[in-house]
């Protein structure tokens, strides 16, 4: 019985909280992604000793554990990471990993987005020129599942989705699964006449679509959530891709130091598709240059044309 009186003043503030004209909430969200494929391929490959193989495992986890903060209203809100020092930029350096992380990361600053037009803008800094991608937001066709659970004392309700896969995040990078990619006889022999060595990204592919899961709360009934991620009668707390895991570790209703939101002005305005073809387009001369100096990282591989 105190349960369900418990309960139902939750409710019945926050409803109080909504219904005011300046409605705002704040919630924190840590952001972790697997690693544990590229670790096994690097472990089938002769070239990579355990140190180097720590090392790398140590600086792409640290790379992938982020921590943002989403700042919402009934129909807008901006995502963006809390500012610290990247992970892939410690130690310094021109390896591959560094300039992958620069160029599919794009040093992302204010992620806007407003549900009631349908809209999105984010500010991307790509080698060294600030853009300004504006597009529409991508309609996700959630499906409701009947499964439950408790985050941070909200009751959840679990939702899913197919999606197409961004070929221009880092994170949805999977190593091949080939004799190459494995680096199976890699240091068997020299390279023969009509072989050529490949860089680190010709080990790599990013897979067309994946299934995502996300729990959120009618309890806080607006339809925003981490990243590009909306739709759903109620905020999103976590969202997993089967690769990246994103869950809220806090919220606050009403802060009393309220947020501007709005999206940034800066940079070259440009559409989500021409900006991902110039990403692509700079990975692939990315991947020609390291083809050229023989350099990725410790992680060579040889394909015979």
């Not at 090392?55 to 963006?80: N, P, Q, V, W």
């Not at 060294?128 to 659970?149: H, N, P, Q």
């Not at 607006?222 to 739709?231: A, L, M, R």
């Amino acid at each position: 019985m105190k349960k369900l009186i418990f309960s139902t003043l939750l409710v019945l503030s926050f409803i109080t909280s909504f219904a005011q004209k300046d409605f705002q909430g704040m919630a924190v969200y840590e952001s972790k992604t697997s690693t544990s494929d590229f670790k096994m391929r690097m472990e089938g490959n002769k070239s990579m000793t355990p140190d180097m193989i720590k090392g790398i495992e140590e600086r792409m986890k640290k790379a992938f554990e982020k921590t943002f903060i989403l700042h919402f209203d009934k129909s807008a809100s901006i995502y963006k990471e809390e500012e610290k020092l990247d992970a892939m930029e410690q130690g310094g350096g021109s390896s591959p990993w560094r300039m992958m992380a620069s160029v599919t990361g794009g040093g992302g600053g204010t992620y806007y987005k407003n549900v009631k037009d349908k809209s999105y803008t984010v500010d991307k800094e790509l080698m060294g020129k600030e853009f300004l991608v504006k597009d529409t937001l991508t309609s996700m066709k959630w499906k409701m599942e009947a499964e439950t659970r408790l985050i941070g004392g909200y009751n959840c309700y679990k939702a899913t989705a197919i999606m197409p896969v961004s070929k221009t995040d880092f994170r949805n990078f999977r190593p091949k699964d080939d004799k190459n990619a494995k680096g199976e006889g890699s240091n068997d022999k020299k390279p023969e006449e009509g072989e050529k060595k490949s860089s680190i990204l010709d080990m790599i592919e990013v897979p067309k679509e994946q299934v995502i899961t996300a729990w959120y709360t009618p309890e806080i009934p607006v339809s925003q959530g981490p990243e590009g991620y909306w739709g759903l009668p109620g905020l999103i707390l976590e969202v997993n891709d089967g690769k990246t895991v994103i869950l809220c570790s806090k919220i606050v209703l009403n802060p009393k130091e309220k947020e501007v939101i709005k999206p940034v002005a800066k940079g070259k305005v440009i559409s989500q598709k021409l900006f991902d073809e110039t990403m692509i387009q700079k990975m692939e001369e990315m991947r020609e240059m390291y083809r050229g100096r023989g350099g990725n990282g410790g992680m060579q591989i040889r394909i015979t044309n």
